[in-house]
Each structure stands twice: as C-alpha cells, then as structure tokens.
Antibody, heavy 123, light 107 residues
Framework: EVQVLESGGGLVQPGGSLRLSCAAS????????MSWVRQAPGKGLEWVSL?????????????HYAESVKGRFTISRDNSKNTLYLQMNSLRVEDTAVYYC???????????WGQGTLVTVSS | DIQLTQSPSFLSASVGDRVTITCRAS??????LAWYQQKPGKAPKLLIY???TLQSGVPSRFSGSGSGTEFTLTISSLQPEDFATYYC?????????FGGGTKVEIK
C-alpha cells in the first residue's frame, strides 16, 4: 500500500525556520516526482513545490517553486531514505497552513497524499 | 501563470442529481488537467487525470471531459458520500495551479 506521512510541523515565530519531512513507503520512491501542497485555514489548495524523480544518485531531480515561496523554501529528497523534505526559512504569517506531501502519478497528477502537517507562524 | 476559474463556487444538489462543475483555464493546457475531491479535515483525493482518465478505484459515476481551456467534471448520480469540495489543477506548466474550488452541499 502506498503511504506518505508528513512530520515536522509546529508553531514558529515570523522569520523563523522549520523543516518538514515526508516518509514514503509502498512504492519505488526514486522513480516518482514528489510535491508539497498547502492549505491555509478555510482556504483552497495552493501548490508549493515539486522535485523530479532521479534514478541515478540519491538526491533527486529538477526543482520548481511557487513564486510565493521562491528563495525561502527548498525542496529536497533522499532516495536512500525514501524521504522528501521541505526546508522553510524566513517564515511569514501567511505561510500558516496545513502542508501536504503528495506523490505524482499518471499525468503527473497527485495520486497519493499524506494526512498533512500544520505549520503555524505567529508571534 | 495559468489561472483556473471554477464555476460554480457553490452548488446545492440532491442525492441522485446529475452535477456538472466547470473549470476554465486562462490559456490552453491541452489535456493536462486533474480533478480532486476533498472532504472536511481530510487530504484531497485524485478523481480524474489527463482531463478524462478515471483514477483507479474511483466510482464510474465520476467523469471528466474537455481540452484546451474548458473542462468539466460530471457526477452522473450524486451519492451521499459525494458531498465535498472539488478542485481542478493544471499540470501543463509551472507554477502548477489549482482552481478556487466548488463546494457541493446537500439541498
């Protein structure tokens, strides 16, 4: 069974940093692009970042970011640990959201999602 | 960036109704469109990808159509478990974007 499980959320002050992790199981992790999507309280879905697959090496492929997080967030993967990461720096109040990890499947759509981890940026 | 406009944003319907949700893209995206269902407090669930391909395990009452700039999600006979919020997403180009969502509620 395909599973992705996020961790690392919590309360952080504006300007602070946090690293989210997503542990994957039940599929060949290094063959699939992975993504982060967030949802602010009571709002819709917002795509955050995506990292391509990488069969060669352990660190993953091309990376892409939403304009709202570019230069502050860094996506990475460790294929040897079947884990996806999101390093979030210079956090803002508007980054408060549930952050979901998702696996890319057919048509590069997001076919498996975690349960989400809540990030709250507040003083 | 490609904007996706969903309509309606809110829909009230009864069990057994045929429901259609529209997603319009600000520029052509071929068939690079997906549809998701989200229930309160839960993660989104993929229903349709490549505009019209039903994801494995999704009931056949869900269908998708369209290409270019106009797409539709149809639920042929609404069931109690279908009351949820539905989102479209374009996968044609970065940044990837979602529509604003359509909330389907019980009439």
């Amino acid at each position: 069974e395909v599973q992705v499980l996020e961790s690392g959320g919590g309360l952080v002050q504006p300007g602070g940093s946090l690293r989210l992790s997503c542990a994957a199981s039940g599929f060949t992790f290094n063959k699939y692009p992975m993504s982060w999507v967030r949802q602010a309280p009571g709002k819709g879905l917002e795509w955050v970042s995506l990292i391509g697959s990488s069969v060669i090496g352990s660190r993953g492929g091309n990376t892409h970011y939403a304009e709202s997080v570019k230069g502050r967030f860094t996506i990475s993967r460790d294929n040897s640990k079947n884990t996806l990461y999101l390093q979030m720096n210079s956090l803002r109040v508007e980054d408060t959201a549930v952050y979901y990890c998702a696996k890319c499947g057919g048509g590069n759509a997001f076919d498996s999602w975690g349960q989400g981890t809540l990030v709250t940026v507040s003083s | 960036d490609i904007q996706l406009t969903q309509s309606p944003s809110f829909l009230s319907a009864s069990v057994g109704d045929r429901v259609t949700i529209t997603c319009r893209a600000s520029q052509g995206i071929s068939s690079y469109l997906a549809w998701y269902q989200q229930k309160p407090g839960k993660a989104p669930k993929l229903l349709i990808y490549s505009a019209s391909t039903l994801q494995s395990g999704v009931p056949s009452r869900f269908s998708g159509s369209g290409s270019g700039t106009e797409f539709t999600l149809t639920i042929s006979s609404l069931q109690p478990e279908d009351f949820a919020t539905y989102y479209c997403q374009q996968l044609n180009s970065y940044p990837l974007t979602f529509g604003g969502g359509t909330k389907v509620e019980i009439k």
